[in-house]
């Protein structure tokens, strides 16, 4: 235990901050967003085609 923190707790804090980033990303190509918060989003520093790569989004074209 860290810090009086359980692994366990530690683990769904790191999962809950993964989910809220997927989130904030999945927002901005959503959105075409090229700011977040006044800097430049993900999808813009690393282009939206760059940023959605899975194989089932292939099979949509």
């Known amino acids: 235990m860290a810090g009086g923190v359980l692994p366990s707790q530690l683990q769904m804090a790191m999962i809950a901050e993964m989910i809220h980033t997927a989130s904030l990303v999945h ?4 959105d075409q967003s090229d700011i977040r918060r006044g800097k430049p989003s993900i999808n813009a520093v690393w282009s939206q085609k760059k940023l959605v790569v899975s194989p089932w ?5």
Do not use: F, H, M, P
């Not at 989004?57 to 074209?61: S, T």
């Open 27 to 30: 927002d901005d190509v959503i």
């Open 57 to 61: 989004r292939r099979e949509w074209k």
